[in-house]
């Protein structure tokens, strides 16, 4: 008893470290940007919903949110299912391509800005992808833009998903899939019955890093489009960083807070999908 005692003594001294940063740098800010939301940021003063209101008027925040929803809405499901296509890939060649994982994770570790001017050069008017498909489209200052960005945000992802989703199916036990084949289960079969139902936990995980991901992509936009994008491709970043520009904390602190209770509302309904039983 008591060296259990001291044990947990001893973990109560590598937690409370991780507290205080957290209540310092995380909580403690997160209440005082719930404080700003309902007062003046000049006088202090109580004013209900108004700055709530202000912004959800606001016609820049009402673009941004549009925009950024669409991109969610084509980017995220296409680099799921891309990453799930090459990780069952891969895997009927593990043996030959598995030392090759590394190469994968390049995307991710190569700087945005560097990423940007071969981007500029790609997509430019005049750049390359035109002149190799004769075609004579201004892909970073039209709807196309939009395109652009859901291309860059899977290429950029894309190693990272399949090696999440690669380990799914390699941890999922091989018995299973043999029991259905000597029953005669084809591959499709066995794809949806058995490897689906069993990457439950790892399609949760990929789906919330695609999804934090996806608000990541402002380095990226600004690297190629600069300071003021197409509209196609103005995001809620955009907004942030122009009222954090002009010092607009009362409308800062709502974007904030309504950008944790969006991600709260998103996660929660995808965390019941993925991790309640039954799912098939």
Known sequence: MANYMRINRRIHYFIV?????????????????????????????FIGFDNLVMVVKNKSFQLAIKNTALFMVLAIPLLIISALMFARLLNQFHDKWGHLKVIYMIPLVIPA????????????KYGMLNMITSL????LNSSASLVVLVFIFIWKNLGYMTILFLAG???????????????????????????????????????????LNSFKIYRDIYAIFGDYPNRS?????HVFNNWFRDFGIDKLSVGSLLYVISIIIIIYPINYLFNREGLV
């Open 17 to 45: 470290p991780s507290l205080i940063g957290l209540l310092t740098f995380y909580v403690i800010p997160f209440i005082q940007i719930i404080y700003q939301v309902f007062t003046r940021f000049a006088t202090k003063k």
């Open 113 to 124: 800005v560097s990423l940007g001017f071969f981007w500029q050069i790609l997509f430019s």
């Open 136 to 139: 004579s489209i201004d892909w």
């Open 169 to 211: 199916i390699q941890n999922i036990p091989y018995v299973y899939i043999e029991a259905a084949q000597v029953d005669g289960a084809d591959d499709k079969l066995i794809f949806s019955s058995i490897i689906l139902p069993n990457l439950r936990k790892t399609c949760f995980v990929v789906v919330l890093f695609s999804l």
């Open 233 to 237: 491709v103005y995001m809620l970043q």
